[in-house]
């Protein structure tokens, strides 16, 4: 063996220790989603609800975490496994799928008792019919987000994303 070359066994043992680097990043980031973010969204949903309605308390945030907190992240679990999974058939009904379950973590925030199945039910009958209407509206914002470009995001920060999710809040409050 000259000096120049690295054995086989070395490059393989290289490569393995990235895989299981990026498998074990990729779990990591996957569980953070579902036992944090997924309940903190429930919460920030239910501020954002009571916010619609001038009745907005900051405490409201920790709402995913209380007693449903393991529904709500075996609820919102399902939903992201599902939109993964339709999305993998194809682009679009991925996106009509995330359009169906939209109101979801809404609706957990809004229903501390709903089960999962109710859950995925009452999303789907809220948004029939409404589906193109809400991404109509979806697209309303296209150019808030564009000036939010030229500001470099600066704008998107302090008004263009608050304001498209009280909308969302404001819809859920409209279709329930």
């Known amino acids: ?53 001038d009745k907005g308390n900051v405490s409201d945030l920790g709402h995913g975490f209380g007693c449903a907190y393991k529904r709500n992240i075996k609820t919102l679990f399902f939903v992201d496994l599902y939109l993964i999974l339709w999305s993998c058939l194809f682009i679009i009904p991925g996106i009509v799928k995330s359009y169906e379950y939209r109101m979801i973590p809404y609706i957990l925030a809004d229903n501390p008792d709903i089960d999962k199945k109710e859950a995925f039910a009452k999303s789907k009958a809220m948004m029939e019919g409404n589906k193109w209407k809400v991404f109509v509206l979806d697209l309303s914002f296209i150019l808030w987000y564009i000036l939010g470009i030229i500001t470099c995001g600066i704008l998107n920060v ?19």
């Open 1 to 53: 063996m000259t000096s120049g070359n690295v054995p086989g066994g070395v490059v393989a043992a290289v490569v393995l220790a990235a895989l299981l680097i990026i498998i074990a990043v990729i779990a990591l980031v996957i569980l953070t989603n579902v036992l944090i973010v997924n309940p903190l969204l429930v919460g920030i949903n239910r501020f954002k609800i009571n916010a619609v309605n």
């Open 158 to 176: 302090f008004y263009v994303e608050p304001y498209r999710q009280l909308t969302d809040a404001a819809l859920y409050e409209t279709l329930k």
